[in-house]
């Protein structure tokens, strides 16, 4: 009988060390997996927003991260003074700089774009109305 309790002991106990060994595991890879997917692109995002920040020049187009259009007419350590329109400037913090706006890109875009069709295809099938149809028939 002692035998038998004994053994029957060291199995639970060795099915103890094995499970938490699965446990281990399991977190790794949850841990990789977060890493992989979560926190590595965010730094590369953060990365790239402080290069940008760090770029600007006077006289960029930018963007603000709240929508506010401008051009940067004066850079200083932690904020910028951004001419929104004639004889208005903004001071805003650089980090408020959400992208730099590329005029020559917008143009390219457009003069590479085709012709509307469907513009065309309304012109052409304008026609006078029916009465100015019927009228113009009556004579």
């Given at each position: 009988m002692f035998i038998n309790e004994a053994f029957a002991a060291s199995t639970v106990a060795s099915s103890q060390v094995a499970s938490a060994g699965g446990t281990f595991v399991q977190?790794?890879?949850?841990?990789?997996?977060?890493y992989l997917f979560l926190i590595r692109p965010q730094q590369k995002r953060m990365r790239a927003h402080f290069d940008l920040v760090n770029a600007?020049?006077?006289?960029?187009?930018?963007?603000?991260?709240?929508?506010?259009?401008g051009t940067v007419k004066k850079?200083?350590?932690?904020?910028i003074?951004?001419?929104?329109?004639?004889?208005?400037?903004?001071?805003?913090?650089?980090?408020?700089?959400g992208a730099v706006v590329n005029p020559e890109v917008k143009s390219v875009q457009k003069s590479e774009?085709?012709?509307?069709v469907k513009k065309e295809n309304k012109t052409a099938k304008k026609s006078a109305p029916k009465?100015?149809?019927a009228k113009s028939a009556k004579k």
């Amino acid at each position: 009988m002692f035998i038998n309790e004994a053994f029957a002991a060291s199995t639970v106990a060795s099915s103890q060390v094995a499970s938490a060994g699965g446990t281990f595991v399991q977190l790794a890879l949850i841990l990789l997996i977060f890493y992989l997917f979560l926190i590595r692109p965010q730094q590369k995002r953060m990365r790239a927003h402080f290069d940008l920040v760090n770029a600007l020049k006077i006289g960029d187009k930018v963007v603000t991260s709240s929508g506010v259009y401008g051009t940067v007419k004066k850079l200083s350590e932690k904020d910028i003074d951004l001419e929104i329109a004639p004889n208005v400037v903004i001071k805003v913090e650089r980090m408020a700089v959400g992208a730099v706006v590329n005029p020559e890109v917008k143009s390219v875009q457009k003069s590479e774009n085709k012709p509307d069709v469907k513009k065309e295809n309304k012109t052409a099938k304008k026609s006078a109305p029916k009465s100015v149809k019927a009228k113009s028939a009556k004579k």
